[in-house]
Protein backbone atom coordinates (compact mmCIF):
# COMPACT_ATOMS: atom_id res chain seq x y z
CA UNK A 1 0.00 0.00 0.00
CA UNK A 2 1.10 3.72 -0.46
CA UNK A 3 2.74 5.31 2.57
CA UNK A 4 4.74 8.84 3.17
CA UNK A 5 7.46 8.56 5.52
CA UNK A 6 8.71 11.39 6.93
CA UNK A 7 11.85 12.70 8.74
CA UNK A 8 14.00 15.48 9.75
CA UNK A 9 12.38 17.29 12.81
CA UNK A 10 14.29 17.54 15.71
CA UNK A 11 15.16 20.24 18.60
CA UNK A 12 16.74 23.65 17.57
CA UNK A 13 17.14 27.21 18.92
CA UNK A 14 15.44 29.89 17.52
CA UNK A 15 17.03 31.52 14.64
CA UNK A 16 17.92 27.98 13.59
CA UNK A 17 17.38 25.54 10.38
CA UNK A 18 15.85 22.19 9.68
CA UNK A 19 14.99 20.16 6.34
CA UNK A 20 12.16 18.13 6.54
CA UNK A 21 11.58 15.29 4.11
CA UNK A 22 8.72 13.27 3.07
CA UNK A 23 8.89 10.19 0.42
CA UNK A 24 5.93 8.45 -1.20
CA UNK A 25 6.17 4.95 -1.55
CA UNK A 26 3.97 1.85 -3.00
CA UNK A 27 1.97 1.13 -5.34
CA UNK A 28 2.22 4.85 -7.22
CA UNK A 29 1.10 5.96 -10.57
CA UNK A 30 2.09 9.99 -9.99
CA UNK A 31 1.99 11.97 -6.95
CA UNK A 32 -0.06 15.15 -7.53
CA UNK A 33 -0.13 18.32 -4.87
CA UNK A 34 2.11 17.54 -1.94
CA UNK A 35 1.96 19.96 1.21
CA UNK A 36 3.11 20.32 4.39
CA UNK A 37 0.88 21.02 7.33
CA UNK A 38 1.84 21.80 11.49
CA UNK A 39 -0.34 21.09 14.57
CA UNK A 40 0.70 22.82 17.81
CA UNK A 41 -0.38 21.01 21.16
CA UNK A 42 -4.70 22.40 21.50
CA UNK A 43 -4.45 23.89 18.22
CA UNK A 44 -5.86 23.19 14.80
CA UNK A 45 -3.67 21.42 11.94
CA UNK A 46 -2.92 24.39 9.62
CA UNK A 47 -1.57 24.35 5.81
CA UNK A 48 2.07 25.58 5.99
CA UNK A 49 2.95 25.32 2.41
CA UNK A 50 1.96 23.45 -0.62
CA UNK A 51 3.07 22.50 -3.94
CA UNK A 52 1.67 21.39 -7.21
CA UNK A 53 3.57 18.80 -9.36
CA UNK A 54 4.55 21.49 -11.63
CA UNK A 55 5.96 23.60 -9.01
CA UNK A 56 3.36 26.23 -8.15
CA UNK A 57 3.69 26.88 -4.82
CA UNK A 58 1.66 28.67 -1.46
CA UNK A 59 2.82 29.47 2.27
CA UNK A 60 1.44 30.59 4.69
CA UNK A 61 1.41 34.11 5.99
CA UNK A 62 3.35 32.91 9.13
CA UNK A 63 6.51 31.16 7.26
CA UNK A 64 6.67 33.05 3.87
CA UNK A 65 10.39 34.02 3.10
CA UNK A 66 11.41 31.48 6.36
CA UNK A 67 10.12 27.96 4.56
CA UNK A 68 10.85 26.95 1.03
CA UNK A 69 8.82 23.97 -0.01
CA UNK A 70 10.30 21.93 -2.75
CA UNK A 71 10.17 18.32 -4.28
CA UNK A 72 11.75 15.81 -6.81
CA UNK A 73 8.83 13.79 -8.92
CA UNK A 74 11.82 11.82 -9.58
CA UNK A 75 11.97 10.53 -6.21
CA UNK A 76 8.54 11.05 -5.40
CA UNK A 77 9.80 13.23 -2.51
CA UNK A 78 8.60 17.07 -0.92
CA UNK A 79 10.99 18.96 1.25
CA UNK A 80 10.67 21.95 3.68
CA UNK A 81 13.69 23.80 4.06
CA UNK A 82 12.74 25.85 7.63
CA UNK A 83 15.07 28.85 7.85
CA UNK A 84 15.17 31.79 10.88
CA UNK A 85 12.88 29.21 13.16
CA UNK A 86 11.19 31.00 16.38
CA UNK A 87 9.20 29.35 19.05
CA UNK A 88 6.08 29.57 17.17
CA UNK A 89 7.19 27.47 15.12
CA UNK A 90 6.88 24.04 17.52
CA UNK A 91 4.63 21.39 15.90
CA UNK A 92 3.99 18.61 14.86
CA UNK A 93 4.64 18.58 11.26
CA UNK A 94 2.84 16.23 9.36
CA UNK A 95 3.37 15.43 4.82
CA UNK A 96 -0.01 15.53 2.74
CA UNK A 97 -0.04 14.33 -0.62
CA UNK A 98 -2.64 13.54 -3.20
CA UNK A 99 -1.54 9.95 -4.67
CA UNK A 100 -2.63 8.46 -7.99
CA UNK A 101 -3.18 4.21 -8.76
CA UNK A 102 -4.24 1.75 -10.90
CA UNK A 103 -6.00 -0.61 -9.95
CA UNK A 104 -8.44 -3.20 -12.52
CA UNK A 105 -7.46 -1.18 -14.91
CA UNK A 106 -8.98 1.97 -13.31
CA UNK A 107 -7.66 5.16 -12.43
CA UNK A 108 -7.96 5.88 -8.50
CA UNK A 109 -6.91 8.89 -6.55
CA UNK A 110 -6.26 9.32 -2.61
CA UNK A 111 -5.26 11.56 -0.11
CA UNK A 112 -2.53 10.52 2.29
CA UNK A 113 -1.11 11.49 5.52
CA UNK A 114 2.43 11.28 6.71
CA UNK A 115 2.89 10.16 10.65
CA UNK A 116 4.21 13.00 11.75
CA UNK A 117 7.54 14.85 12.64
CA UNK A 118 7.90 17.15 15.93
CA UNK A 119 10.09 20.45 15.32
CA UNK A 120 10.79 21.88 18.90
CA UNK A 121 12.11 25.23 18.40
CA UNK A 122 13.19 26.58 22.13
CA UNK A 123 16.46 27.69 23.65
Known amino acids: QVQLVESGGGLVQPGGSLRLSCAAS????????MAWYRQAPGKQRLLVAD???????NYAESVKGRFTISRDNAKNTVHLQMNTLKPEDTAVYYC?????????????????WGQGTLVTVSS
Open 51 to 57: ISRGGST
Open 26 to 33: GNIYSVND
Open 96 to 112: NADISYINSDQMHTMNI
